[in-house]
């Protein structure tokens, strides 16, 4: 059983950075794909980014955002920079034993989410 911990989320102004990073604990994190996850109110959880074998961006993200991971800490970063009001959102940290995926049902564990919220 893998427990995933978020933080870093806050309040920023558009054009503003944050880190988030998550902690991972009860399993071999090395052999995981992590992901990170954002779901804003009254919308579908989406897939941001993520990192296995290869990383992968959404198009909303894609040259804003970067993510990364220490496997030797069990820790992995989204670092978020140039947000946008529109990057409002709960963001989660995921994790499969598989290859990455686009999809929250490719995902076996989460974490409880932390908050970002982008002011205009």
């Known amino acids: 059983q893998v427990q995933l911990v978020e933080s870093g989320g806050g309040l920023v102004q558009a054009g503003g950075s944050l880190r988030l990073s998550c902690a991972a604990s009860?399993?071999?994190?090395?052999?995981?794909?992590m992901a990170w996850f954002r779901q804003a109110p009254g919308k579908e959880r989406e897939f941001v980014a993520g990192i296995g074998i290869n990383t992968l961006y959404s198009n909303s993200v894609k040259g804003r955002f970067t993510v990364s991971r220490d496997n030797a800490k069990n820790l992995i970063f989204l670092q978020m920079n140039s947000l946008e009001p529109e990057d409002t959102a709960v963001y989660f940290c995921a994790a499969t034993r598989a290859v990455l995926g686009l999809m929250p049902g490719h995902y076996d564990y989460w974490g409880q989410g932390t908050q970002v919220t982008v002011s205009s």
């Open positions: 009860g399993g071999t994190f090395s052999s995981y794909s």
